[in-house]
């Protein structure tokens, strides 16, 4: 019997910085540093440094970053914001948050991120916004993108959540728009040990607008300028973040290693489609999605064979229970709903070894031999 692959490995992670982390979170408890302070502010200055971006507010989660982002930009009832169709409901659920409309583009079939083609058409006297989302690590045309919402004159924010240090034409994720939404959820790339997220931006009003919300619209304790919410970043999971940022490079060298693992031991095999890389981008894998012919069953063989794979996502946004009231139907976004039958996330973390890639392969090879 082979061992278990799982779909993450986020003890293998801990193994290797362990003392460091126990040590980070030890002096933080030490310190009662709970809430704010030195380590939160540690975490910010260390992301702004190593993103080169002017501007870093911590908060809760990058559910809470987009929300923050939207309610700063002063975004509400009457707008519209647009985002795409396969996604995590974050990137929705934020816009109704505000008062505003979703609005949802479908992806394009080659690269799967929202399709830029189709973006000017949904764009109505209403939009104020576009929430472009980076998903798998893979970027989407976002200078095209960019280039609309300027001519538009709408804004551009990014969900950069699971598109850690991703880069298009050598620039980052989250640098192309007014303001850039990550979380560090345990699973992302950067990955905090309970919930977390931050907003990037090189706007400096927009970023104090962000920080007063975000804290009960306080900048100075007890002016409330405004009323906001809480959504703060804690002592801990800012000294885990910190330990971590040392180490994302590596990370991500070793994702990407392993994606290549991945192209070389599945190609060729008939059934299924490997992902494509945009042009001039660098893809960080935070997933390895395929699409694969028979998914369901495949992924009952896979489970077999002691291998967990997901998949992201099985239901397009637009066609979600939640949405219904919207009244779209499957034909609106041929490309996702398409695909949502096919897409599969194949087990991907740093640590993953090439021989648990090529086990992976081999079980994908002999499913379709049969
Ligand atoms: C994980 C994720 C989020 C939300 O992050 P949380 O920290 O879990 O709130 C938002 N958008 C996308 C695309 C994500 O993958």
Not at 142 to 151: D, K, Q
Not at 301 to 324: C, F, K, S, V, W
Request: hydrophobic share 45%; charged share 20%; net charge negative.
């Amino acid at each position: 019997m082979s061992t278990h692959i799982p779909f993450v490995d986020l003890k293998a992670q801990y193994q290797g910085i362990r003392e460091e982390i126990d040590a980070a979170v030890s002096a933080v408890i030490s310190e009662t540093a709970f809430i704010g302070g030195k380590y939160v502010k540690q975490f910010e200055d260390g992301f702004a440094a190593a993103y080169g971006v002017s501007h870093v507010v911590s908060c809760a989660n990058g559910t809470d970053s987009l929300y923050i982002i939207m309610k700063a930009l002063g975004i509400g009832p009457g707008d519209e914001v647009i985002t795409v169709a396969n996604s995590w409901i974050s990137s929705s659920e934020t816009i109704s948050q505000t008062g505003a409309r979703p609005a949802f583009v479908d992806i394009d079939p080659l690269y799967w991120s929202m399709d830029e083609n189709l973006l000017e058409a949904a764009i109505t006297p209403a939009t104020k916004a576009v929430i472009a989302v980076h998903l798998q690590g893979q970027m989407a045309n976002i200078e095209r993108i960019a280039e609309i919402c300027a001519a538009k004159g709408i804004h551009l924010i990014e969900d950069c959540a699971q598109s850690h240090f991703s880069t298009f034409k050598g620039k980052k994720a989250g640098l192309f728009g007014i303001a850039g939404s990550f979380s560090f959820y345990p699973g992302k790339n950067l990955g905090a040990y309970g919930d977390a997220g931050a907003i990037i931006t090189n706007d400096a009003a927009l970023a104090e607008r962000c920080r007063m919300f975000a804290n009960h619209g306080a900048l100075v304790k007890h002016q409330h300028k405004i009323e906001g919410i809480n959504s703060r970043l804690d002592g801990i999971q800012a000294a885990v973040l910190s330990v971590k940022l040392k180490y994302i490079a590596k990370w991500t060298a070793q994702r990407q290693t392993a994606a290549t693992w991945y192209n070389e031991a599945l190609a060729g095999i008939e059934g299924i489609v490997l992902p494509v890389v945009r042009p001039d981008t660098e893809h960080t894998f935070h997933l390895y999605v395929i699409r694969a012919q028979r998914r369901e069953a495949l992924m009952e063989h896979l489970r077999n064979e002691g291998i967990d794979t997901a998949i992201h996502y099985p239901t397009p946004l637009p066609l979600m229970e939640a949405y219904q009231y919207l009244g779209y139907s499957a034909g609106d976004f041929p490309v996702s709903a398409g695909m949502m039958h096919e897409i599969l996330s194949l087990p991907m973390y740093p640590e993953l070894s090439r021989e648990a890639v090529e086990r992976v392969a081999a079980a994908i090879r002999s499913f379709y031999a049969n």
